[in-house]
């Protein structure tokens, strides 16, 4: 039986792939960006996730699309790096805006959607992809680092009352992924995995019904290892990379 897929950020990087792997399944992909470019596949609803009012007529127009949604995977989002040299409060703000505030309101409006259909098909799936930046944040993160924390929270609430609605609540956070975003980058990425690998493991692991997904596992363990070290040690060890000079 075919699935109703939504998949925010789905015409580039990871959402792209991931449209593209269900689209070749047989499955009814919806996907929503701020633009489509020609290459991407399914039925297509722009979201601007900087504008609530937008989120809000794309939330509305999906309603309309597909009143079910199967599996709704909300991957959109952007990054920002900042240090404390350069720190700026209103882009932090705005990226608050990108990456958690209007995944707020996306939850908000699916959640009658996918309730549908558990009601129909007995299930449902609905996965927030943070970052494993979440697990560490490193120097010039903190802005993005905080707003993959707080979505990963969220979620970790939310799992524990939709497990009761037979909605399962997956959270992905990968690590540096080949993707148009991560392109900017003007520094060494360890690990970076390409975004038709990451977008296969990510299905894989829904399928599977994993709800924490993480990868590359080498990568994750560092993160997690790095993060149970003292705070002074810690600090040490890091602020070692930071772009800040020191002071004399």
């Given at each position: 039986?075919s699935l109703n897929v939504?998949?925010?950020?789905?015409?580039?990087?990871?959402?792209?792939?991931?449209?593209?792997?269900?689209?070749?399944?047989?499955?009814?992909?919806?996907?929503?960006?701020?633009?489509?470019?020609?290459?991407?596949?399914?039925?297509?609803?722009?979201?601007?996730?900087?504008?609530?009012?937008?989120?809000?007529?794309?939330?509305?127009?999906?309603?309309?699309?597909?009143?079910?949604?199967?599996?709704?995977?909300?991957?959109?989002?952007?990054?920002?790096?900042?240090?404390?040299?350069?720190?700026?409060?209103?882009?932090?703000?705005?990226?608050?805006?990108?990456?958690?505030?209007?995944?707020?309101?996306?939850?908000?409006?699916?959640?009658?959607?996918?309730?549908?259909?558990?009601?129909?098909?007995?299930?449902?799936?609905?996965?927030?992809?943070?970052?494993?930046?979440?697990?560490?944040?490193?120097?010039?993160?903190?802005?993005?680092?905080?707003?993959?924390?707080?979505?990963?929270?969220?979620?970790?609430?939310?799992?524990?009352?939709l497990a009761n609605e037979?909605?399962?609540?997956?959270?992905?956070?990968?690590?540096?992924?080949?993707?148009?975003?991560?392109?900017?980058?003007?520094?060494?990425?360890?690990?970076?995995?390409?975004?038709?690998?990451?977008?296969?493991?990510?299905?894989?692991?829904?399928?599977?019904?994993?709800?924490?997904?993480?990868?590359?596992?080498?990568?994750?363990?560092?993160?997690?290892?790095?993060?149970?070290?003292?705070?002074?040690?810690?600090?040490?060890?890091?602020?070692?990379?930071?772009?800040?000079?020191?002071?004399?």
């Open positions: 039986m939504w998949i925010t950020g789905g015409t580039k990087g990871i959402g792209a792939s991931l449209a593209s792997l269900y689209h070749a399944d047989g499955d009814n992909v919806i996907v929503s960006a701020r633009s489509r470019p020609n290459n991407s596949v399914g039925t297509f609803i722009p979201l601007d996730a900087s504008s609530r009012e937008s989120v809000e007529q794309t939330m509305a127009e999906l309603a309309s699309t597909s009143p079910t949604v199967d599996v709704a995977i909300l991957n959109a989002g952007n990054c920002v790096y900042m240090n404390s040299a350069t720190f700026n409060a209103s882009d932090a703000i705005e990226l608050m805006q990108v990456n958690y505030s209007a995944n707020l309101v996306i939850i908000e409006k699916i959640l009658p959607q996918l309730r549908k259909t558990v009601a129909i098909k007995g299930t449902a799936k609905l996965v927030l992809v943070s970052s494993s930046i979440s697990y560490l944040p490193l120097p010039k993160s903190g802005a993005y680092a905080a707003t993959k924390a707080a979505l990963t929270a969220l979620g970790e609430a939310l799992r524990y009352d037979k909605i399962d609540l997956h959270i992905v956070s990968p690590g540096f992924v080949d993707t148009p975003l991560t392109q900017k980058n003007d520094f060494s990425m360890p690990f970076l995995v390409n975004s038709d690998d990451a977008a296969a493991k990510i299905k894989k692991a829904i399928a599977k019904g994993t709800l924490d997904i993480s990868f590359p596992k080498r990568l994750v363990w560092i993160l997690h290892a790095i993060d149970f070290l003292p705070a002074r040690l810690k600090t040490k060890l890091l602020s070692k990379i930071s772009t800040v000079e020191q002071t004399k």
